[in-house]
Each structure stands twice: as C-alpha cells, then as structure tokens.
Antibody, heavy 117, light 113 residues
Framework: VQLVESGGGLVQPGKSLKLSCSAS????????MHWIRQAPGKGLDWVAY???????VYADAVKGRFTISRDNAKNTLYLQLNSLKSEDTAIYYC????????????WGQGASVTVSS | DVVLTQTPPTLSATIGQSVSISCRSS???????????LHWLLQRPGQSPQLLIY???RLESGVPNRFSGSGSGTDFTLKISGVEAEDLGVYYC??????????FGGGTKLELK
C-alpha cells in the first residue's frame, strides 16, 4: 500500500490550490479515503472524507471552501482548496479507511500547504 | 463533537520502562452495533502517523506485541511494556464511533528521560 501526496506549496490568502494523492498497491475504488491536516507544531485535524461510492463529508472549518473528489480510473484522490486562509497552513495527509473497523490504516507522507502573503 | 483528552501530554521514559497513556472521551464510544471505534496512532519525528492499535485492543499487523490497548465506554489506555528507542514520538487516539467528524486526542509525546 502506498499513498503519495503532491500539489502543495506557498499560496496567498484567498487563492486556491489542488492537492493530489496517488494510490497504489490496493484496489483504490473499494476504499473510502480521508484528508487529515496538521498545523505546524500541532496535532491531527480531520478535514474531509469520501466514500467508495463518492459520498462526501467535511469538517465545519472547511465546509464550502474545500472539495474532496476521486478518480478511480487514475487511482487518485483530490482535495481542492479554495478561499484559503492563514489558518489552513498545514501538512495535508491522505489516509485510507479500512471499512470493517473504520480505521485510518495507511497514510501518505503529506503535502505542505503554506498560506501567506 | 466528541472530545478526546489524552494524558499525560508528555511522558519521559527510560529504555525498558513500561508506560501507559490515557485517552478519555466526552461520550461513550460504544457504537449501537456493539463495536467501539477507538484507535491509536504513533507519529515518529518527521514521519506521517501510523496505525498501532484498532478497535480498542487489536494489534495492527507488524506492530510489536509490547503495545497493547484496553478500555471501554469513555476510558481507554495504551500501554507499552518495555519502551524501545524506536517508540519515541507522539501518540494519538482517534475515534470513529460518532463520525463525522472523526476526532483526535491532543497527543502524548513520549521522550527519553
């Protein structure tokens, strides 16, 4: 199982960014997927989830600004980040959800997003 | 939302010492289906989190059996029986019983004394 995030970078407040998470080593289409973030020096904070059937849920802090999506043909998970704020600065991890126990059982290495003028 | 409170926030240990970390929930984590979706993660310095224990007490494949989990309802414990150098890092509990949202504890940093 391998998850590799990309697309991070430095962006100005109010701008947009799109993160990708490339999956391999498992049947991507069969798994729900999460995005979780970690602000500098802080703990883990759940951001969004997409089920294997593409149902989505979001944390209140990002609802209406972020969009999670998936392309099963490309084995890739996405997170579109719009109207970015300084408090969105974090490392963004994608994680696989193991259905039976509902646990985040595999994590990527993370993509760094810095929102600053 | 469910709040998970971890104690202590920092834990100093010597190699070989046994230690415990507590995770207390603001609500019972027993799901109506009879399962308890409380899990433990370890984040080593500079690395992404990894799964150690799932469903309170089940050891993830490849995780050494010096790690164990216990508890029920609102009180849960992760125990390390004989700390090794590779165990240093930050431990998080996470719940999925009352998701969304999934919520994490604030973390417990295990360091060498």
């Amino acid at each position: 199982v391998q998850l590799v995030e990309s697309g991070g970078g430095l962006v100005q407040p109010g701008k947009s960014l799109k993160l990708s998470c490339s999956a391999s080593g498992f049947t991507f289409s069969s798994y729900g997927m999460h995005w979780i973030r970690q602000a500098p020096g802080k703990g883990l904070d759940w951001v969004a989830y997409i089920s294997s059937s593409s149902g989505t849920v979001y944390a209140d802090a990002v609802k209406g600004r972020f969009t999670i999506s998936r392309d099963n043909a490309k084995n890739t998970l996405y997170l579109q980040l719009n109207s970015l704020k300084s408090e969105d600065t974090a490392i963004y991890y994608c994680a696989r959800r193991r259905a039976r126990e509902g646990v985040m059982d595999a994590w990527g290495q993370g993509a760094s997003v810095t929102v600053s003028s | 939302d469910v709040v998970l409170t971890q104690t202590p926030p920092t834990l100093s240990a010597t190699i070989g010492q046994s230690v415990s970390i507590s995770c207390r929930s603001s609500q019972s984590l027993l799901h109506s289906n009879g399962n308890t979706y409380l899990h433990w993660l370890l984040q080593r310095p500079g690395q992404s989190p990894q799964l150690l224990i799932y469903s309170v007490s089940r050891l993830e494949s490849g995780v050494p059996n010096r790690f164990s989990g216990s508890g029920s309802g609102t009180d849960f414990t992760l125990k390390i029986s004989g700390v090794e150098a590779e165990d240093l890092g930050v431990y998080y509990c996470v719940q999925g019983t009352h998701a969304p949202p999934w919520t994490f504890g604030g973390g417990t940093k295990l360091e060498l004394k």
